[in-house]
């Protein structure tokens, strides 16, 4: 009987889901202890707690200077879908998708929106469409980086900077720690919870020069929301960029982001953000490169994720069993580190090709991945011994 030891060194942190989020080191609840609980987010003191998050949103994520930032309903969901509603239908539309949130766009613009004039360009899990194809005369709508692929567009390069449409860039899980170049975007959105670990159910919508102008000069066909309106009498409602959001959002998450913002701000800012991702990732990529089991699903490696590492399971024995065994094989794994208390929530999404997917985030400390790669083996050796042609 063939004895497989388990690793000696435990992840400290077993928290590897890619979303909500690893919390940021050192974090504990104490660091909420100013959060204005009870009060109003139209008391002075939400004010200033909601407009020192938009500007420190705007100081470590080098947002320019005149694009505009606020904190809208809904989490990153709740942003996109604002952006689509409040600015789509004045040109045809330009709509990528490699995963299953840009393919939750595409079903939004044509079937709740029922745009006339919709180009869907898309690529199955693993690829990137292709981005040449483009027409950049008509809006485009896009993830920097696909949550549930674990595939991200590698720059902007692809973007034209005299482009005739907007481009509406989902960034949820590539802001903070990819290179998103805003000069090439006009909406930008992501959510808390991801790359800084905050807390759910809140958005952040930043919006370029251009969409202001479309938004003033714009009326979509259809009626619009509370939630979604941004404009009143023709003109932006200034008021929701300075921290007066729409609904009432919660003073003890917006001090939860405030905590990681300042944390991102101490370890040295946007760059040092990256950089923390990018050894994460590092971490993983030279495990995959020595492991004959497992490989990842981005097929190109300028398109692997650095946040949201999906990987798929190549052992020739695994492969050759029918689709749901290997799908069982591949949560065997993931559920064996959980039972353990070694690694939370690292399989694949459930729309996804069956794998798995290990967030790499900035808040994430490399010596867990590494940690964490050896438990991984040793998972793998248990799932393997439990197949029947291993008995």
Same mark, same amino acid.
């Given at each position: ?8 060194? +435990? ?16 974090? %504990?609840?104490? /660091? ?22 938009? $500007?420190?949103? *705007? ?19 709740? /942003?996109? #879908? ?8 004045? *040109?045809?539309? =330009?709509?990528? /998708? ?40 008509? =809006? ?10 674990? &595939? ?9 900077? =005299? ?6 860039? $989902?960034? %949820? ?42 938004? #003033? ?73 020595? %492991? ?19 990987? +798929? ?5 695994? %492969? ?36 798995? +997917? ?7 400390? +490399?010596?867990? &991945? ?11 050796? #248990? ?9």
């Amino acid at each position: 009987m063939t004895v497989n030891p388990a690793p000696a060194t +435990r992840p400290a942190n077993p928290n590897f889901s890619s979303g909500p989020c690893a919390k940021r080191p050192g974090w %504990t609840l104490e /660091a909420l202890a100013d959060a204005p609980l009870g009060r109003s987010h139209r008391a002075k003191v939400g004010k200033v707690k909601l407009r020192e998050a938009i $500007d420190l949103t *705007r100081e470590v994520l080098e947002v320019p200077p005149d694009y505009r930032i606020g904190i809208v309903p809904a989490s990153d969901t709740g /942003a996109v #879908e604002l952006a689509m509603w409040s600015l789509l239908g004045a *040109r045809p539309v =330009d709509m990528l /998708a490699w995963e299953s949130f840009g393919e939750g766009w595409i079903t939004d613009a044509v079937k709740q929106l029922k745009l006339d004039n919709v180009r869907a360009i898309t690529a199955g899990y693993g690829e990137l469409p292709d981005l040449s194809s483009v027409d950049f005369s008509h =809006d485009v709508v896009f993830t920097w980086n696909g949550t549930t692929s674990g &595939v991200m567009v590698p720059d902007g390069e692809w973007i034209p900077a =005299d482009r005739q449409g907007l481009t509406i860039c $989902d960034a %949820t899980s590539a802001a903070f720690a990819q290179r998103v170049d805003f000069s090439k975007l006009d909406v930008v959105t992501f959510s808390w919870q991801k790359v800084l670990g905050g807390e759910g159910a809140h958005g952040m919508l930043i919006l370029s020069p251009r969409a202001v102008e479309r938004l #003033e000069t714009y009326k979509p066909a259809w009626p619009l929301p509370k939630i979604f309106r941004l404009t009143k009498n023709g003109k932006l409602m200034e008021g929701i960029f300075l921290g007066e959001t729409i609904n009432t959002p919660s003073m003890l998450c917006v001090e939860d982001y405030l905590d990681a913002l300042k944390w991102a701000r101490n370890v040295g800012g946007l760059s040092a953000l990256q950089e923390r991702s990018n050894r994460n990732f590092e971490a993983i990529a030279q495990w995959v490169a020595v %492991t004959p089991w497992v490989d990842f699903l981005a097929k190109d490696p300028l398109t692997r994720s650095n946040t949201s590492v999906c990987l +798929r399971v190549v052992d020739p024995d695994v %492969t050759a069993l029918p689709a749901e065994a290997q799908a069982a094989f591949a949560k065997a794994i993931s559920a064996g580190l959980e039972k353990g208390g070694i690694a939370y929530d690292i399989g694949s999404y459930r729309d996804a090709p069956p794998g798995l +997917r290990i967030w790499c985030g900035a808040t994430v400390e +490399r010596s867990d &991945v590494q940690a964490l790669t050896h438990w991984l083996d040793w998972a793998f050796n #248990e799932a393997k011994a439990a197949l029947p042609q291993a008995a």
